[in-house]
Protein backbone atom coordinates (compact mmCIF):
# COMPACT_ATOMS: atom_id res chain seq x y z
CA UNK A 1 0.00 0.00 0.00
CA UNK A 2 1.78 3.19 -1.18
CA UNK A 3 0.65 6.01 1.29
CA UNK A 4 3.29 8.33 -0.39
CA UNK A 5 2.37 8.81 -4.15
CA UNK A 6 4.28 10.23 -6.84
CA UNK A 7 1.94 9.80 -10.02
CA UNK A 8 3.76 11.57 -12.74
CA UNK A 9 7.40 9.87 -12.61
CA UNK A 10 8.75 12.49 -15.22
CA UNK A 11 8.85 15.98 -15.84
CA UNK A 12 10.11 18.42 -18.55
CA UNK A 13 10.47 22.06 -18.16
CA UNK A 14 12.15 24.41 -19.90
CA UNK A 15 14.92 27.04 -18.04
CA UNK A 16 13.34 29.62 -16.72
CA UNK A 17 9.85 28.26 -16.27
CA UNK A 18 7.85 27.35 -13.71
CA UNK A 19 8.20 23.43 -12.79
CA UNK A 20 5.44 22.50 -10.17
CA UNK A 21 5.75 18.97 -8.46
CA UNK A 22 2.96 17.18 -7.39
CA UNK A 23 2.67 14.64 -4.06
CA UNK A 24 -0.30 12.59 -2.71
CA UNK A 25 -0.58 10.49 0.44
CA UNK A 26 -3.24 8.67 2.36
CA UNK A 27 -2.39 9.01 6.04
CA UNK A 28 -3.67 11.17 7.92
CA UNK A 29 -1.30 10.66 10.59
CA UNK A 30 1.67 12.24 8.58
CA UNK A 31 2.29 15.68 10.12
CA UNK A 32 5.67 15.96 8.46
CA UNK A 33 6.54 16.75 5.08
CA UNK A 34 9.77 16.69 2.95
CA UNK A 35 11.07 17.21 -0.43
CA UNK A 36 14.57 15.58 -0.88
CA UNK A 37 16.54 16.22 -4.42
CA UNK A 38 18.39 12.87 -5.78
CA UNK A 39 21.28 12.46 -8.11
CA UNK A 40 22.61 9.50 -9.68
CA UNK A 41 24.66 7.15 -7.04
CA UNK A 42 24.50 9.85 -4.52
CA UNK A 43 22.04 9.85 -1.50
CA UNK A 44 18.80 12.07 -1.28
CA UNK A 45 19.74 15.43 -0.02
CA UNK A 46 17.39 17.49 1.57
CA UNK A 47 15.29 20.04 0.07
CA UNK A 48 12.48 21.56 2.01
CA UNK A 49 9.92 20.57 3.93
CA UNK A 50 6.44 21.59 5.77
CA UNK A 51 4.68 20.50 9.00
CA UNK A 52 1.37 20.31 8.89
CA UNK A 53 0.47 23.16 10.90
CA UNK A 54 0.98 25.59 8.07
CA UNK A 55 -0.10 25.65 4.41
CA UNK A 56 3.57 27.06 2.66
CA UNK A 57 6.91 27.60 3.70
CA UNK A 58 9.48 28.90 1.17
CA UNK A 59 12.93 28.91 0.85
CA UNK A 60 14.33 31.19 -1.98
CA UNK A 61 13.60 29.22 -5.70
CA UNK A 62 11.79 26.40 -3.81
CA UNK A 63 7.91 26.84 -2.29
CA UNK A 64 6.07 23.72 -0.58
CA UNK A 65 2.27 24.12 -0.51
CA UNK A 66 0.34 21.85 1.58
CA UNK A 67 -3.26 21.25 1.13
CA UNK A 68 -4.17 19.00 4.20
CA UNK A 69 -7.82 18.90 3.48
CA UNK A 70 -6.88 17.10 -0.12
CA UNK A 71 -3.67 14.97 0.91
CA UNK A 72 -1.93 17.33 -1.30
CA UNK A 73 1.60 18.75 -1.52
CA UNK A 74 3.56 20.13 -4.11
CA UNK A 75 7.03 21.89 -4.61
CA UNK A 76 7.24 25.09 -6.75
CA UNK A 77 10.67 25.77 -8.52
CA UNK A 78 11.26 28.75 -9.67
CA UNK A 79 12.85 30.09 -12.12
CA UNK A 80 14.10 26.30 -12.58
CA UNK A 81 17.92 25.82 -13.96
CA UNK A 82 19.57 23.02 -15.67
CA UNK A 83 21.35 21.93 -12.58
CA UNK A 84 17.76 21.49 -11.03
CA UNK A 85 17.67 18.26 -13.10
CA UNK A 86 17.45 15.64 -10.50
CA UNK A 87 15.08 13.25 -9.22
CA UNK A 88 12.61 14.32 -6.88
CA UNK A 89 11.33 12.37 -3.98
CA UNK A 90 8.36 13.70 -1.63
CA UNK A 91 8.32 12.11 1.87
CA UNK A 92 6.19 12.05 5.01
CA UNK A 93 6.52 11.40 9.06
CA UNK A 94 4.58 11.03 11.72
CA UNK A 95 6.91 12.95 14.63
CA UNK A 96 7.40 11.64 17.74
CA UNK A 97 8.99 8.21 18.62
CA UNK A 98 10.78 7.25 15.65
CA UNK A 99 9.91 10.26 12.78
CA UNK A 100 10.75 7.52 9.99
CA UNK A 101 10.30 8.97 6.36
CA UNK A 102 8.02 7.38 3.97
CA UNK A 103 8.81 7.82 0.79
CA UNK A 104 7.46 8.26 -2.74
CA UNK A 105 8.96 6.59 -6.00
CA UNK A 106 10.03 9.95 -7.35
CA UNK A 107 9.81 11.91 -10.22
CA UNK A 108 12.58 12.71 -12.80
CA UNK A 109 12.42 16.30 -13.25
CA UNK A 110 14.33 17.63 -16.50
CA UNK A 111 15.21 20.84 -17.07
CA UNK A 112 15.60 22.09 -20.73
CA UNK A 113 18.69 24.49 -21.56
CA UNK B 1 31.86 17.68 10.28
CA UNK B 2 31.11 16.33 6.69
CA UNK B 3 27.84 14.41 6.98
CA UNK B 4 26.63 11.28 6.90
CA UNK B 5 29.46 9.01 6.07
CA UNK B 6 28.99 5.46 4.26
CA UNK B 7 31.54 2.92 3.45
CA UNK B 8 31.88 0.81 1.12
CA UNK B 9 30.42 2.64 -2.03
CA UNK B 10 29.62 -0.35 -3.99
CA UNK B 11 29.90 -3.86 -3.03
CA UNK B 12 29.75 -6.81 -5.31
CA UNK B 13 29.17 -10.37 -3.59
CA UNK B 14 28.58 -13.79 -5.07
CA UNK B 15 25.27 -15.17 -4.27
CA UNK B 16 25.53 -16.96 -0.64
CA UNK B 17 28.44 -14.53 0.95
CA UNK B 18 28.13 -12.22 4.17
CA UNK B 19 28.40 -8.88 3.70
CA UNK B 20 29.01 -6.14 5.74
CA UNK B 21 28.19 -1.88 5.74
CA UNK B 22 29.43 0.71 7.70
CA UNK B 23 27.64 4.21 8.89
CA UNK B 24 29.05 7.19 10.39
CA UNK B 25 26.46 9.61 11.12
CA UNK B 26 26.86 13.50 11.87
CA UNK B 27 28.18 13.26 15.64
CA UNK B 28 25.40 15.24 17.39
CA UNK B 29 22.72 13.12 15.90
CA UNK B 30 21.13 10.25 18.25
CA UNK B 31 18.83 9.22 15.75
CA UNK B 32 20.23 6.98 12.96
CA UNK B 33 18.41 5.13 10.14
CA UNK B 34 18.76 2.60 7.44
CA UNK B 35 16.99 2.54 3.93
CA UNK B 36 17.12 0.37 1.09
CA UNK B 37 16.24 1.43 -2.31
CA UNK B 38 15.53 -0.60 -6.16
CA UNK B 39 15.04 0.82 -9.37
CA UNK B 40 12.02 2.49 -9.41
CA UNK B 41 11.36 2.77 -6.11
CA UNK B 42 11.74 5.40 -3.50
CA UNK B 43 13.88 4.56 -0.28
CA UNK B 44 12.28 1.59 2.06
CA UNK B 45 12.80 2.18 5.75
CA UNK B 46 14.71 -0.96 7.28
CA UNK B 47 15.63 -0.12 10.67
CA UNK B 48 16.25 2.74 13.39
CA UNK B 49 18.23 3.40 16.75
CA UNK B 50 18.04 6.15 19.24
CA UNK B 51 21.47 6.17 20.27
CA UNK B 52 22.14 2.31 21.21
CA UNK B 53 19.04 1.01 20.60
CA UNK B 54 17.08 -0.44 17.83
CA UNK B 55 13.98 0.77 18.30
CA UNK B 56 12.27 -1.10 15.05
CA UNK B 57 12.53 -3.15 12.58
CA UNK B 58 10.74 -3.22 9.16
CA UNK B 59 8.84 -6.53 7.89
CA UNK B 60 11.58 -5.62 5.15
CA UNK B 61 14.35 -6.60 7.34
CA UNK B 62 14.20 -10.63 7.66
CA UNK B 63 16.32 -13.00 9.52
CA UNK B 64 19.17 -12.58 7.41
CA UNK B 65 19.65 -8.63 7.95
CA UNK B 66 20.89 -7.42 11.47
CA UNK B 67 21.85 -4.20 12.33
CA UNK B 68 23.92 -2.83 15.29
CA UNK B 69 24.52 0.40 16.92
CA UNK B 70 27.44 -0.24 19.56
CA UNK B 71 28.21 3.00 21.78
CA UNK B 72 25.38 5.05 20.07
CA UNK B 73 28.17 6.01 17.51
CA UNK B 74 28.58 4.12 13.99
CA UNK B 75 25.81 1.50 12.75
CA UNK B 76 26.79 -1.69 10.71
CA UNK B 77 24.04 -3.57 8.58
CA UNK B 78 25.46 -7.21 7.80
CA UNK B 79 23.17 -9.26 5.34
CA UNK B 80 23.88 -12.85 5.69
CA UNK B 81 23.67 -15.56 3.14
CA UNK B 82 23.33 -12.94 0.21
CA UNK B 83 19.89 -13.22 -2.25
CA UNK B 84 20.07 -11.16 -5.54
CA UNK B 85 17.01 -9.94 -4.36
CA UNK B 86 19.15 -8.17 -2.10
CA UNK B 87 20.55 -5.82 -4.71
CA UNK B 88 19.85 -2.35 -3.72
CA UNK B 89 21.11 0.75 -2.41
CA UNK B 90 21.39 0.69 1.27
CA UNK B 91 21.47 4.40 3.06
CA UNK B 92 21.76 5.51 6.28
CA UNK B 93 20.54 8.86 7.87
CA UNK B 94 20.91 10.51 10.93
CA UNK B 95 18.41 12.94 12.72
CA UNK B 96 18.05 15.22 15.55
CA UNK B 97 14.89 16.56 13.81
CA UNK B 98 11.92 15.34 12.06
CA UNK B 99 14.51 15.98 8.87
CA UNK B 100 16.98 12.95 8.12
CA UNK B 101 20.48 13.58 6.76
CA UNK B 102 21.71 11.15 4.61
CA UNK B 103 24.86 9.55 3.47
CA UNK B 104 25.68 8.34 -0.22
CA UNK B 105 24.44 5.16 0.42
CA UNK B 106 26.13 1.64 -0.35
CA UNK B 107 25.07 -0.12 -3.65
CA UNK B 108 25.34 -3.75 -3.22
CA UNK B 109 25.20 -6.22 -6.46
CA UNK B 110 24.56 -9.63 -5.56
CA UNK B 111 25.88 -12.00 -8.55
Known amino acids: DQQVKQNSPSLSVQEGRISILNCDYT??????FLWYKKYPAEGPTFLIS?????DKNEDGRFTVFLNKSAKHLSLHIVPSQPGDSAVYFCAASVTGANSKLTFGKGITLSVRP | DTGVSQDPRHKITKRGQNVTFRCDPISEHNRLYWYRQTLGQGPEFLTY????????KSRLLSDRFSAERPKGSFSTLEIQRTEQGDSAMYLC?????????FGSGTRLTVV
Open chain 1, 50 to 54: ISSIK
Open chain 2, 49 to 56: FQNEAQLE
Open chain 2, 93 to 101: ASSESPRED
Open chain 1, 27 to 32: NSMFDY
